[in-house]
């Protein structure tokens, strides 16, 4: 008698599990949609933007939401949607660097700790714990006043104070990782310490880093719009949405717009990024997810 054949059970990855939870998750993709769209809309400015950034026509003034300019002009007459998506620009590089920056340090101090332990580890989180004692934005501000203001000091400054969670978070993964038998075995064939760390631990945290990651640009977006906003951050002529969002405060009473449209888009950006960091994070850890 013939033995039934196994029916073939093609098994999933967890990257791809990972991404079928996550375009399941409505209110992520609608995030990602929208992020997507603004981001596009962005580097796409020289193309989309009805008017220069640059261009003004003080004849106009502040003119309100028309025909000619959807979004209004500001009190120099510049054209508000063209400057709003010339900031995005310099606001997104800001949040994608200074993030960037964070993950780089964070992750490679937290693994240090975590694979070697004992003294090294103990001194490292201490450094850790008294940096968090430290006012994170006083550190930023006494960075951009004492120094030349620059974009690359912006990057450097928000990313210098945004890597201590990422530490301690990819500490605890190394070190629940280091004892599991993959690494047993590596330790086993003669694999050298930092190779190790490279091939096989990085590799297994990448999931808890992107998540974290995702939830940090939008953290560095709002510091880099608060500095600015006190006018400590992106520097004239440039502007982003920092800029736009104290130039709108300042003409609030009399025009409006020039507050609502920036702090608008701003919002919705954050309220995105946020969506897409949670469902990452469902994604990547099926336990929250079921919950």
């Not at 928000?158 to 990819?170: F, H, N, P, S, Y």
Request: net charge neutral; glycine share 10%.
């Amino acid at each position: 008698m013939k033995k039934p054949e196994p029916d073939n059970i093609a098994g999933n990855s967890l990257w791809k599990d990972a991404t079928r939870r996550f375009t399941a998750n409505r209110l992520a993709m609608a995030g990602l949609i929208i992020l997507s769209v603004l981001v596009i809309l962005c580097i796409l400015a020289p193309l989309v933007a009805p008017w220069s950034v640059d261009v003004q026509n003080l004849s106009l003034g502040a003119s309100a939401p028309g025909p000619g300019h959807l979004l209004g002009t500001d009190i120099l007459g510049r054209d508000l949607f063209s400057r709003i998506l010339y900031g995005g620009q310099i606001s997104f590089a800001v949040g994608l660097c200074a993030t960037l920056v964070s993950v780089l340090i964070g992750v490679s101090w937290g693994a240090v700790a975590g694979w070697a332990g004992g003294r090294t580890d103990a001194v490292m989180m201490r450094i850790v714990d008294m940096a968090y004692a430290f006012p994170f934005t006083i550190f930023v501000i006494i960075l951009m006043v004492f120094f030349e203001r620059s974009l690359l000091l912006l990057f450097a400054a928000i990313g210098a104070v945004e890597w201590l969670t990422m530490a301690r978070i990819v500490r605890g993964q190394v070190m629940s990782l280091k004892s599991r038998e993959f690494i047993d075995a590596a330790k086993g064939l003669g694999l050298s310490n930092t190779r190790i760390i490279i091939r096989h631990v990085l590799p297994n945290i990448a999931g808890p880093v992107i998540v974290y990651a995702t939830l940090t640009v939008p953290a560095v977006m709002l510091l880099e719009a608060f500095l600015s906003f006190l006018g400590l951050g992106v520097q004239p002529p440039a502007s982003s949405w920092g800029i736009l969002i104290r130039e709108g405060a300042e003409a609030m009473e009399e025009y409006p717009w020039l507050l609502i449209f920036p702090g608008t888009v701003l919002s919705i950006t954050l309220f995105s990024l946020n969506f897409v960091g949670d469902g990452l994070r469902d994604a990547f850890d099926p336990r929250s997810s079921k919950e």
